[in-house]
């Protein structure tokens, strides 16, 4: 079976601009997370999703980002007015127990 | 609050040599989880195995091995003959219940030489 996919794999942009991340969970799983992780540092929680809804968005840094999952499934996190400081690499996680089963990750570099 | 400390940063060992990564961590809650990932320099993070506070039982799979000891919060992961191809990042991690946030430590490099 499919595992976590998420695309871009990169995406490289300009300081100020607008840049969408996807995930494509695995199939039936309902908790979607987002992390971000930093060189050299362990990922850090960003948002988590059971469901449609945003069961725990603490990690959230602040209000330029923002993540959906309007049907359950796919997830969009969304970063506006990008800084140098958000290049990163954005993981995402589904999981229908207690494991957490990760992407490949989203590889950001905002110049 | 809860926190994962991996005091090793990194560690080289010669191929076949049996090596032991540390976790440490901190946490009010009586139920909790704990985890260890592997991310190898591909970069997608693998799950090697999950351990609830109720179960001190150390377990191995393989030629891996976990001490789970909660008298001094500790959740170390041995590989007993290490190979060429266990050189990655090990990351150990927590979790308050089912389903909630994972919260990691920094991560320990392990370079296995032949």
């Known amino acids: 079976g499919a595992g976590v996919s998420q695309t871009p794999s990169n995406k490289v942009t300009e300081k100020g601009k607008y840049v969408e991340l996807r995930c494509d969970p695995i199939?039936?799983?309902?908790?979607l997370y987002w992390y971000r992780q930093s060189l050299g540092q362990g990922p850090e929680f960003l948002i988590y999703?059971?469901?449609?809804?945003?069961?725990?968005d603490s990690g959230l840094p602040n209000d330029r980002f923002f993540a959906v999952r309007p049907e359950g499934s796919v997830s969009t996190l969304k970063i506006q007015r990008t800084e140098r400081g958000d290049s990163a690499v954005y993981l995402c996680?589904?999981?229908?127990?207690?494991?957490?089963?990760f992407g490949p990750g989203t590889r950001l570099t905002v110049l | 609050a809860q926190k994962v400390t991996q005091a090793q940063t990194e560690i080289s060992v010669v191929e076949k040599e049996d090596v032991t990564l540390d976790c440490v961590y901190e946490t009010r809650d009586t139920t909790y989880y704990l985890f260890w990932y592997k991310q190898p320099p591909s970069g997608e993070l693998v799950f090697l195995i999950r351990?609830?506070?109720?179960?001190?039982q150390n377990e191995i799979s393989g030629r891996y091995s976990w001490n789970f000891q909660k008298s001094t919060s500790s959740f170390n992961f041995t590989i007993t003959a290490s190979q060429v191809v266990d050189s990655a990042v090990y990351f150990c991690?927590?979790?308050?219940?089912?389903?909630?946030?994972?919260?990691f430590g920094a991560g320990t490099i392990l370079r296995v030489k032949s």
């Open positions: 351990r609830n506070s109720f179960d001190e």
């Open positions: 996680a589904s999981s229908s127990s207690h494991e957490q089963f």
């Open positions: 199939s039936g799983h309902t908790a």
């Open positions: 991690a927590l979790s308050e219940y089912q389903g909630n946030k994972l919260v």
């Open positions: 999703f059971q469901g449609t809804g945003a069961a725990d």
